[in-house]
Every structure is written in structure tokens, then in C-alpha cells.
């Protein structure tokens, strides 16, 4: 692809939001390695273990301390009642203090191991194998707000609404973040780490009505400043229909989005757009169903419908050319819980769309 302009990412570079339905890190390895061989990421298997789903994953430090309970087949719950829970709480604070000062011991309590963490563990002890064509890596994180909405305090309320236990989770994230992102730093190439919070469309919604903006903000800036000072892009990932400046604020370098279902949400904000691309933004296009959907279409009809959206963004003022340029393309969402078939089906026509795009992608340069 000569003439093209080197960033940090290729143009016309590929990668998934993470988690596959597979229990085996190998078959899952397999498939990535097939699919994303530039830009692979670190499969979750939540069907491997409870301990690798969305709420559980990255919140293990705080059921090691006893300040989270974790019941088979519920989310895990603040428990304020516990007699231990200040002295819990003040060897967590003290941890986080440590870690953030460097302490060996407390960066050892915080690394990512165990059940939780198995498919990332696997990924990058056989990273070179099965990636031996990878010009960099991307991880992922569970985002502040649907894990603080999700998570419930000892009285059933969501804990994102109590300033102090938000402030517990965001810490907590944070230091899973940072670990994250240092091991898969190992492999000497580009991380990209997406913070997947889908919660983000409540913003506004009559049902959370007391939910801000602001608060929303702070939550992630608080997990993306420390992860861009270590060298790491950062992007948001969210799959539903919302108001796309509420990322478009934010210091990211990637805002990921599900362009097969959700474009025309994202076509009502073209100049916001266009800033984010002039500042070196790249967008994470959706372009692939992750639905039954994905069994009546092919590639073609994926560039056709590209093709349409580029259309409509260029009537409101997007430079196309620059689109082009700044795009990641990826399944719309995740696809752990779909069955394995649908799964590696999506993974195939991602890969399938990826090598059709290249003719329109080049006539760009």
C-alpha cells in the first residue's frame, strides 16, 4: 500500500472488541490469528469462567480484600455491613497508594492472574507464534459506568451513584488498566486498549435521570490520563445509540462504535466528527453485525453500506478522504455470547470486508 501515511496504525487495519464464546485459548488464539493478524487482541472467555465476564473480571482485587461478595450466578455487591469492611477498606486505599508509588508487593497484589485473566495469560505466552505478522496489540477494559451500574451496594442501589464507592471501583479499574496495559507492552509493540463502557446511552434516558455528563467524564478520565502517560492509545467502545460528543470531549485516540446498527447517531454530529479526525482520532467503524444478521450478508454488501454512510457524512462536511485514513474496522460489539459458529462466521467476514475495502481505501491516496 505505497503513498500511504504512517501513524501508530496502518490504514486498513482490523481488530474485535474481545470476548468469543470458545473455552479453549488455543481455538480462540486460532481464530484471532486467522482473522486480525496485524492487530490482534487477548480473547475473553467468559464461558471458560464466571471469573472472565464483563462485571467480574476486573474487579477481582476487591473480592481478594472481602469488600466486594462475589455469588455464583450474581453480580458481585458492596458489603458495608461486614464488620471487616473498614479495615478491608483502608488495606485497599493503602495498596492503591503503594502501587501508585511503584511498590513491587502492591503491583504483585493488582496483576492480573488466576481464572480471570486466563485467555490474556495464554495470548501472550504464545503471542509470536500465532502473531507473527502483528504490528501491534489491543486489550480491553470494562467501563466505569456499567460496572458502577451493574454493581450494587448492601441495599440493592447501583454503586455508580455513591461518590465514595465509585471513587472504589474507578481506583480499582484503574490499576487493572495499567497492569493490562504494561504486560501486553511486553510484546514491544503499539497497545491500544479500549475501555468498553455500553451504559454510556442511559445518559439522558428517563430511566437515570440523575446520571450527568460530568460524572460520567470523570470517570473515564480518570482511567484514560494514566493509561496514555505510559505510552498506551486509549479508546471508548459503545454499542448503542447515544450522543457520540459526550466521547468526542474526551483525550482518546479511538472512539469505537456499532456502525451497522447505530451510524445514524453518529451522522447527526458530522462537524464533531470531522474536529476528532483533524485532532488524529481514529474511529472504530462496526462495520459487522455481531447478530444472526451476519448470516444474510456478505462483505459486498458491507462496502456497499459503508459506501452509503460515507455519503451521508460528507454532506455534512466530512472530509472522507481523512475518514478513510482514520479508520478501524471491527465487529459491532462483542461476541461471547453468541454461539461458536456465529462467532467465527463474524470473525470470517470481518476478515472478508478487510480485504475488499482495500480497492476504495487505496483510491485515497
Not at 473498614?86 to 488495606?91: E, I, R, V
Not at 497508594?97 to 497484589?109: P, S, T
Not at 507492552?185 to 430511566?207: E, H, M, N, R, W
Amino acid at each position: 500500500m505505497g503513498g500511504i501515511e504512517m501513524t501508530w496504525i496502518q490504514v486498513n487495519r482490523a481488530t474485535g472488541m474481545g470476548s468469543l464464546p470458545h473455552q479453549e485459548p488455543s481455538t480462540a488464539l486460532a481464530i484471532i490469528s486467522k482473522s486480525l493478524p496485524y492487530w490482534p487482541h487477548w480473547p475473553q472467555l467468559p464461558a471458560n469462567s464466571p471469573e472472565e465476564g464483563f462485571i467480574l473480571q476486573y474487579v477481582q482485587p476487591l473480592v481478594k480484600l472481602g469488600l466486594l461478595e462475589a455469588t455464583p450466578g450474581k453480580n458481585p455487591a458492596f458489603s458495608r455491613n461486614s464488620l471487616a469492611w473498614d479495615d478491608n477498606l483502608l488495606k485497599f486505599y493503602e495498596l492503591y497508594l503503594a502501587f501508585c508509588n511503584g511498590d513491587q508487593e502492591a503491583e504483585a497484589f493488582f496483576d492480573l492472574e488466576g481464572k480471570a485473566f486466563l485467555g490474556l495469560n495464554v495470548f501472550l505466552d504464545r503471542f509470536f507464534d500465532y502473531f507473527p505478522l502483528a504490528e501491534g496489540v489491543k486489550g480491553q477494559l470494562s467501563g466505569p459506568l456499567t460496572i458502577g451500574l451493574e454493581i450494587k451496594d448492601e441495599k440493592g442501589r447501583s454503586a455508580f451513584y455513591d461518590e465514595n464507592l465509585r471513587d472504589l471501583l474507578i481506583k480499582c479499574l484503574t490499576t487493572q488498566a495499567i497492569m493490562q496495559a504494561r504486560k501486553l507492552q511486553l510484546t514491544g509493540l503499539p497497545v491500544l486498549l479500549f475501555i468498553d463502557d455500553p451504559s454510556i446511552f442511559l445518559l439522558g434516558s428517563a430511566t437515570h435521570i440523575t446520571l450527568t455528563e460530568g460524572e460520567i467524564n470523570e470517570a473515564l478520565r480518570e482511567i484514560i490520563e494514566p493509561i496514555k502517560k505510559i505510552g498506551v492509545r486509549v479508546g471508548v467502545h459503545a454499542c448503542s445509540r447515544l450522543d457520540w460528543t459526550v466521547l468526542f470531549k474526551l483525550p482518546l485516540d479511538v472512539v469505537s462504535f456499532d456502525a451497522y446498527n447505530f451510524f445514524p447517531s453518529l451522522a447527526l454530529h458530522p462537524q464533531a466528527v470531522q474536529e476528532f479526525l483533524l485532532r488524529g482520532g481514529k474511529l472504530a467503524w462496526g462495520i459487522v453485525p455481531t447478530s444472526e444478521v451476519a448470516w444474510r450478508i456478505d462483505a459486498s454488501n458491507l462496502v456497499d453500506l459503508f459506501n452509503q454512510q460515507c455519503e451521508g457524512l460528507a454532506k455534512g462536511g466530512v472530509d472522507i478522504s481523512l475518514l478513510h485514513k482514520s479508520i478501524i474496522w471491527t465487529p459491532s460489539c462483542g461476541t461471547g455470547i453468541l454461539t461458536k459458529k456465529l462467532a467465527e462466521h463474524i470473525y470470517t467476514l470481518l476478515m472478508d470486508f478487510t480485504d475488499n475495502s482495500k480497492n476504495f481505501i487505496e483510491r485515497c491516496f
